[in-house]
Nanobody
């Protein structure tokens, strides 16, 4: 079963950038659609971005034009490039992988954007 590990979170000033990584230890990585979710304090978990097995990306309206999702199948890794960060982007970001009969989550990485 695939295992996911997020990294790249941290503290950044408003307007700054971060790149999150989601590393998957699975030989079937190419068969999974990957999703980035986030959960802010006292908020519901929301879908931020996704990328399909054929590299088709989708974004939430709140991050469109600022975030970019990509995948490197040779490295079994998905990235979330976050630019022009805002305080409202502060959240724990989770990587999620879905395929037929499987759904897995990473442990999360904290992104804090100061005003």
């Amino acid at each position: 079963q695939v295992q996911l590990v997020e990294s790249g979170g941290g503290l950044v000033q408003s307007g700054g950038s971060l790149r999150l990584s989601c590393a998957a230890s699975s030989i079937n990585f190419r068969l999974y659609t990957i999703y980035w979710y986030r959960q802010a304090p006292e908020k519901e978990r929301e879908l931020v971005a996704s990328i399909t097995t054929i590299n088709s990306p989708n974004y939430a309206d709140s991050v469109k034009g600022r975030f970019t999702i990509s995948r490197d199948n040779a490295k079994n890794t998905v990235y979330l490039q976050m630019n022009s960060l805002k305080p409202e982007d502060t959240a724990v970001y989770y990587c999620n992988a879905k395929s037929l009969g499987l759904e897995l989550w990473g442990q999360g990485t904290l992104v804090t954007v100061s005003s």
